[in-house]
């Protein structure tokens, strides 16, 4: 159980155009959802807090109209990188908050390469 | 915020050695969790950990909150261990449950 799929896995676009990543929780809902981003061996670092019905929450740094985050359901979040440039391209990981009052784990998704040209 | 330190930043070891990875973190925890991200990037959860004791097959681990720090334990140690092991924790009263990662430690087991 607690499976989170992304999509794409791999993703190439041109300089300027937009780009749509999306989160899953295959087997369970979530009310909230992570982001983070993570540069060649480097650690991971959070973008955004993603909660269903309401609007994301950004971190320090992270530009809300550059990555633009939709909690839709309890089982999809979205990641839009708009207008990306070079400095864009990064592996970029989501996460689900599984269980009840009280229980924390995160599940992660198998992450999003992203090579903007 | 929380700080989290791993240690060692590297490990190199021999097929079938034992090896301890530590966490050592600023501030009260709620949540622990060590992963493990394979060449392909995914991080696979290892444990949920904010306090004790768990094992599970070769893998065990460990939290003393009140000392702030977590250790994780392989023993045999395979070549399919090979990759970066990530801890992160929740501090205590922050909101929506949000993890901050240690920079890693990456262990390379040789045949």
């Known amino acids: 159980g607690a499976v989170v799929s992304q999509h794409p896995s791999r993703v190439i676009c041109k300089s300027g155009t937009s780009v749509k990543i999306e989160c899953r929780s295959l087997?369970?809902?979530?009310?909230?959802m992570f982001w983070y981003r993570q540069f060649p061996k480097k650690s991971l670092m959070l973008m955004a807090t993603s909660n269903e019905g309401s609007k994301a929450t950004y971190e320090q740094g992270v530009e809300k109209d550059k990555f633009l985050i939709n909690h839709a359901s309890l089982t999809l979040s979205t990641l839009t990188v708009t207008s990306a440039h070079p400095e864009d391209s990064s592996f970029y990981i989501c996460s689900a908050r599984a269980g009840g009052r009280g229980y924390n784990e995160q599940f992660f998704g198998p992450g999003t390469r992203l090579t903007v040209l | 915020g929380i700080q989290v330190e791993q240690s060692p930043p590297d490990l190199i070891l021999q097929e079938g050695a034992n090896s301890t990875l530590r966490c050592n973190f600023s501030d009260s925890v709620n949540n622990l969790q060590w992963f493990h991200q394979n060449p392909w990037g995914q991080l696979i959860n290892l444990f949920y950990i904010p306090s004790g004791t768990k094992q599970n097959g070769r893998l065990s681990a460990t939290t003393v909150a009140t000392e702030r720090y977590s250790l994780l334990y392989i023993s045999s140690s395979q070549t399919t261990d090979s990759g970066v092991y990530f801890c992160?924790?929740?501090?205590?009263?922050?909101?929506?449950?949000?993890?901050?990662f240690g920079q890693g430690t990456i262990l390379t087991v040789h045949p």
């Open positions: 992160a924790v929740r501090a205590g009263g922050t909101s929506y449950g949000k993890l901050t």
């Open positions: 087997d369970f809902q979530a009310t909230t």
